[in-house]
C-alpha cells in the first residue's frame, strides 16, 4: 500500500455547477465551500498531514470583478468564521502564492497563519494568487543571488512548498485534463486523477474511492 503523505487538489467546476443550478456562477463557488468543508473533515479521516487547495490563481484575476470579489469575500467570511474550530482542530493553515489583496484580507490570513503555526494534525496549504511558473522563476533568481550550486535540492529551498513533501496525489475535478499552472514542479512524480464530477458534487465517498485506488497503484519512480 503506498503511504499518502500530501494531497493537491484543483477544484474545478464551480463555475458551470452553479450556472447549471442556479444561473449563477457565484452560487457554484458558495457550494464549492461546502465541498471544501467536507474534503478537509475526510482528509482528517484518512490520517493525510498535507492537503493543498488551488483556490486562486494568477490568471484568474481575468475574471469578472463581481467574480472575483465574490471569491475573495467568500474567503474572508470562511476564515472569519471557521478559524478558531480549524485551530482546536489542530489544523494549521499556510498561504502560498502571493498576498497582495484588500489590506483587511491580508491582515487576516496573516492573522489566520500566526495563530495555526503550531498546530500538527493537518497542514492545509491553500494556493491563492498563484502561478507556479512565477514561483519557479522566483526561486532561480534567489537561488543565484545565493550562490550555492544549483541543484534539485537547493531549488526546493526557495519554493514556497520548501517544508511541504511533494504531493503523492493530484486531484483535478470538473471533467479537464490539465495543470493550470499548478505546482509544476512539484507534481513530477504525482500520481493523477482526472474526476469527471464538478467540485460542488465530489464528495467524501468519491474522494476516498480515489485514495483507495491510489493506494494500490504501483509506483515506479523510474524504476520498473
Ligand atoms: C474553479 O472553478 C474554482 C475556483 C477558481 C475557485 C475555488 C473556490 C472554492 C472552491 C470556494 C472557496 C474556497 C475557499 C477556501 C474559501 P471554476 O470557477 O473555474 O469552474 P468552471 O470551470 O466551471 O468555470
Known amino acids: 500500500m503506498n503511504p499518502l503523505n500530501h494531497v493537491a ?6 463555475g458551470r455547477w452553479g450556472l447549471k443550478k442556479r444561473n449563477s456562477r457565484n452560487a457554484g463557488h458558495k457550494a464549492g465551500l461546502n465541498t471544501v ?35 475573495f469575500n467568500l474567503l474572508e467570511n470562511f476564515l472569519i468564521n471557521r478559524i478558531d474550530e480549524l485551530h482546536k482542530q489542530n489544523i494549521k493553515l499556510k498561504i502560498i502564492g502571493i498576498k497582495s489583496f484588500s489590506n483587511k484580507l491580508n491582515k487576516l490570513l496573516n492573522a489566520s497563519e500566526k495563530k495555526t503555526s503550531k498546530n500538527t494534525k493537518l497542514q492545509i ?14 526561486a532561480f533568481k534567489n537561488l543565484l543571488k545565493s550562490k550555492v550550486k544549483i541543484s534539485e535540492k537547493n531549488l526546493n529551498k526557495y519554493l514556497q512548498t520548501k517544508d511541504i ?21 512539484q507534481l513530477a512524480y504525482s500520481e493523477i486523477f482526472f474526476e469527471k464530477k464538478l467540485w460542488p458534487d465530489f464528495n467524501e465517498k468519491d474522494y476516498s474511492k480515489i485514495i483507495n485506488n491510489f493506494r494500490s497503484v504501483k509506483r515506479n519512480f523510474g524504476n520498473i
Open 125 to 138: 496549504n491553500l494556493a491563492l494568487n498563484y502561478g507556479s511558473k512565477f514561483e519557479i522563476i522566483n
Open 37 to 71: 468543508e467536507k474534503i478537509i473533515k475526510e482528509t482528517i479521516k484518512q490520517k493525510i498531514r498535507f492537503l493543498t487547495l488551488y483556490a486562486f490563481s494568477t490568471e484568474n484575476w481575468k475574471r469578472p470583478k463581481k467574480e472575483v470579489n465574490y471569491l
Open 165 to 185: 513533501p511533494d504531493p503523492d496525489l493530484l486531484i483535478r475535478t470538473g471533467n479537464t485534463k490539465r495543470l493550470s499552472n499548478f505546482l509544476l514542479w
Open 9 to 14: 487538489i484543483i477544484m474545478d467546476g464551480n
